[in-house]
Antibody, heavy 122, light 107 residues
Framework: EVQLVESGGGFVQPGRSLRLSCTGS????????LSWVRQAPGKGLEWVAF??????????EYAASVKGRFTISRDDSKGVAYLLMNSLTTEDTAIYYC?????????????WGQGTLVAVSS | DIQMTQSPSSLSASVGDRVTILCRAS??????LNWYQQKPGKAPKLLIY???NLESGVPSRFSGRGSGTEFTLAISTLQPEDFATYYC?????????FGQGTKLEIK
């Protein structure tokens, strides 16, 4: 069974950093592109970043709203993807979902984690 | 960036009704259009990919059509478990954008 489990969320003050983890199981983790998608309270879905598989050089893209502040990475040996979030603002408050692309980045998000809440507040 | 616009934003319907949700892209995205269902407190679930392909395990009452800039999601005979929020999403190119969502409520 394919599973994605996020962790690392919590309450943090503006300007601080947080690192989220996404642990995958039940599939060949290294062969898939992964994205982070977030959802602010009561709002819609916003794609944040993706990282391709090593087959596609592990290239990365970010949404403009997080570029320069967030860093996505992956450790295929551990089956984990990360999202390092620096210089957090209240606008970053959201549930953060890890999602798997069906194979490549032009494929849909076919599996999602349960999400982890990041709350930025002073 | 490609803008995705859904209509309506909310919809009231009864069990057994047929409903249609429209999604428009600000530029052509071929058939790189996906539909998701989200229930309160849950992660989104993939329903339709590539504009018209039914994800495995999704009931056949769900269907998708369209290409280019205009797409539709139809639910042929609403069941109680279908009342949720639906999102379209383009996977043509980054940044991947979602529609604002359509909340389907029980009349």
């Amino acid at each position: 069974e394919v599973q994605l489990v996020e962790s690392g969320g919590g309450f943090v003050q503006p300007g601080r950093s947080l690192r989220l983890s996404c642990t995958g199981s039940g599939f060949a983790f290294g062969g898939y592109a992964l994205s982070w998608v977030r959802q602010a309270p009561g709002k819609g879905l916003e794609w944040v970043a993706f990282i391709r598989s090593k087959t596609y050089r592990g290239t990365i893209e970010y949404a403009a709203s997080v570029k320069g502040r967030f860093t996505i990475s992956r450790d295929d040996s551990k089956g984990v993807a990360y999202l390092l979030m620096n210089s957090l603002t209240t606008e970053d408050t959201a549930i953060y979902y890890c999602s798997r692309h069906a194979l490549t980045v032009t494929d849909p998000f076919d599996f999602w984690g349960q999400g982890t809440l990041v709350a930025v507040s002073s | 960036d490609i803008q995705m616009t859904q209509s309506p934003s909310s919809l009231s319907a009864s069990v057994g009704d047929r409903v249609t949700i429209l999604c428009r892209a600000s530029q052509s995205i071929s058939t790189y259009l996906n539909w998701y269902q989200q229930k309160p407190g849950k992660a989104p679930k993939l329903l339709i990919y590539g504009a018209s392909n039914l994800e495995s395990g999704v009931p056949s009452r769900f269907s998708g059509r369209g290409s280019g800039t205009e797409f539709t999601l139809a639910i042929s005979t609403l069941q109680p478990e279908d009342f949720a929020t639906y999102y379209c999403q383009q996977s043509y190119g980054a940044p991947y954008t979602f529609g604002q969502g359509t909340k389907l409520e029980i009349k």
